[in-house]
């Protein structure tokens, strides 16, 4: 159970480290004790954001924390214009959507991003959209948005910027304020490399204003509570928190913290640089446009004559290294490497040796070292 | 940090087992090895909840599955009798409050429980209530509400049964299919003695075919997108859960069902029983109707003369014994002594010995042993 290196798009290999912090014995989250826990995280997780604003953890998914994220500044029957290119964009659509918002979709082929222009035009054409919702770092299709580009588009309009940083929050550039983000959000179990079950999620003064006009449309996901209680000095949360996963949080925060924000993301992007070569030279092929593709994850096509179950399957089985497929109508035409949170060199030789002698041995690469090689030189 | 002993109404002190269960390394969470974990775990609570039908795990708190449970079987509109005789009673109202459900409040005096004719003359009154919520356990008053009894009239009538376990299963006789409950919730952090963020949750067949005809007010507590990915093989959670408090909750469930739940529950009787006639003997009056006490959490008067805050804070600090303030109004006039999951004699005896010599030494009582002495009878 412990031998399989995970290169998914998260959950990622969570650092001992880390895990010894979760055991720690469980205190009572209403105590001072937890309070300077919880403050400290929140004050990590506003570091990581680049923000001057107050961040809130939320226990529950990435999902919990774009809905909490997008019902809190909408009403029903209020637009909001959703990026749709993956399956997280369709995401933020669907939970727009169930609550009454009235969404209107900006599809983009999946594997392209969407362009600053696209936004600006569709903001130009309808003067009702109240808030745009991009997803940073679409992991269904390995590439990112130019949230930073978008940005300053829509400092020149009065909608919210809804950014979900899920995937790429502390593995890519985010930086909330200078991007003009009002909302932005991001789980546990992806670049920061902590264990899944927690997220956190941050608000800009616009955000907070739109959220005064509207009414929760839920209890647990009401960033009103999360505020109240946030405030509070010790801090808490207006629910049980998991008190494990914020150790978790807080251990591996700490560890980003002394690696330091910059060279964890430009590790991020080696790591990404690296896997693009190397895939080329085994002959691999991206899904995404490589002018787009992500730093956290690389998606690729599956060769012709191999099925994704006997190719995952083999890799993890054999070699114990597991690799994440498509989703959708992506399954078993795709399947995507995960570089992010811990990855370094090491895990990429790992995984491309178990992929180089696999393709060899079935004939569909000749060199099955060319990977490796690769790799060498991306590492010099 | 590890040796203030939680003697709180949730979290309560997780056993060693449980902790090192959690610290395991993070696995795929769409893995079948997750899958076997997640079904292991799922079937295990259904046992718990003593129902024939699934269970469910949402990463989340106790609310969160509060409002899972509420929101799904109601649309905006229909009515809901919500039994308020406490904290937790007034949050099932808050939560249908949020969704537009109409609510009806059954007011009843905190120390006190509802009566089954109380339910009866109400459902009897108005034809219109399609759901009933009652909190088995109050934990801010200390008071059981008698559920099972409360199931023979719900029997009668077309209204779901709502019920809110989160701090007496695995603590106090629950047994949804006998008693005819409809949706029952419960939390990680009580009885069952794993560490805070998960929460379980069941529906009968009659709350199933009210959910079918509720459009889900919330995406991530969506109960259907739940049940499509649970009935799955191997079974998955839509979204993203923590798997590190799966395998706490398995682990802790493990540990129940090797206990077995009639000695489990017995022994929170007893606990509850000794706690009372400890607390007497102490010359501590209870704050609740000693009739319907609660079997996991005692709710006592702070004695006249005494401040809440020395009192509690001189118990955590010189005694290492962490004891449960008042909630809302009655903060400051009440302390609560939970004695849920691990919680034996040995505890017992540690917090009366800390209280005991605390009030001789304030002059509250004359002899400070009478509490332990009480607790030997008890437990002779």
């Known amino acids: 159970m412990d031998d399989i290196l995970l290169m998914l798009p998260g959950p990622t290999t969570v650092h001992p480290r880390v895990l010894n912090a979760m055991s720690q014995a469980v205190v009572n989250h209403r105590s001072k004790r937890y309070g300077e826990i919880l403050t400290e995280t929140n004050e990590l997780m506003s570091k990581m954001f680049q923000t001057e604003n107050q961040s809130y953890l939320i226990t529950g998914s990435g999902t919990a924390v774009m809905e909490a994220g997008i019902s809190n500044v909408l009403n029903a029957g209020e637009k909001v214009l959703n990026v749709v290119g993956g399956k997280f964009g369709e995401r933020f659509k669907k939970i727009a959507d169930a609550h009454g918002i009235k969404t209107q979709e900006l599809a983009v082929e999946w594997g392209t991003a969407v362009t600053p222009e696209q936004i600006k035009e569709a903001l130009d054409a309808d003067e009702s959209i109240k808030a745009v919702s991009v997803v940073h770092n679409e992991t269904s299709t390995g590439v990112a948005a130019p949230i930073k580009e978008i940005g300053k588009v829509m400092k020149n309009y009065d909608a919210l910027y809804i950014v979900d940083t899920v995937s790429s929050l502390c593995g890519d550039e985010v930086d909330v304020d200078k991007y003009n983000i009002d ?37 647990y996901l009401d960033m009103k509570a999360y505020r109240k209680s946030g405030n509070k000095d010790p801090a808490e949360t207006p629910y049980t928190p998991s008190v494990s996963l914020t150790y978790a949080m807080n251990e591996a925060l700490k560890m980003i913290d002394e690696e330091g924000l910059d060279k964890r993301v430009a590790r991020h992007h080696k790591a990404a640089n690296a896997t693009v070569a190397a895939a080329k030279a085994l002959g691999l092929e991206l899904f995404a446009d490589e002018k787009v593709s992500s730093a956290t994850v690389t998606a690729l096509k599956i060769p012709e004559g191999l099925t994704d179950s006997d190719f995952r399957g083999t890799i993890r089985d054999e070699f114990g290294v597991e690799l994440a497929g498509g989703q959708d109508h992506l399954k078993g035409n795709v399947f995507r490497i995960g570089h992010m949170g811990n990855i370094s060199y090491k895990e990429l030789f790992q995984t491309f040796a178990a992929m180089g002698i696999y393709l060899e041995r079935n004939g569909i690469v000749e060199d099955g070292a060319a990977g490796v090689s690769s790799l060498v030189k991306s590492y010099l």
Not at 187 to 200: D, L, Y
Not at 201 to 206: E, K, L, M, Q, V
Request: with cysteine; net charge negative.
């Open 183 to 219: 909302v932005c959000v991001t789980g546990s179990q992806k670049c920061i490399a902590a264990p899944p079950g927690m997220a956190a999620i941050t608000y800009s003064d616009d955000a907070w204003a739109a959220c005064e006009n509207v009414d929760s449309h839920t209890f």
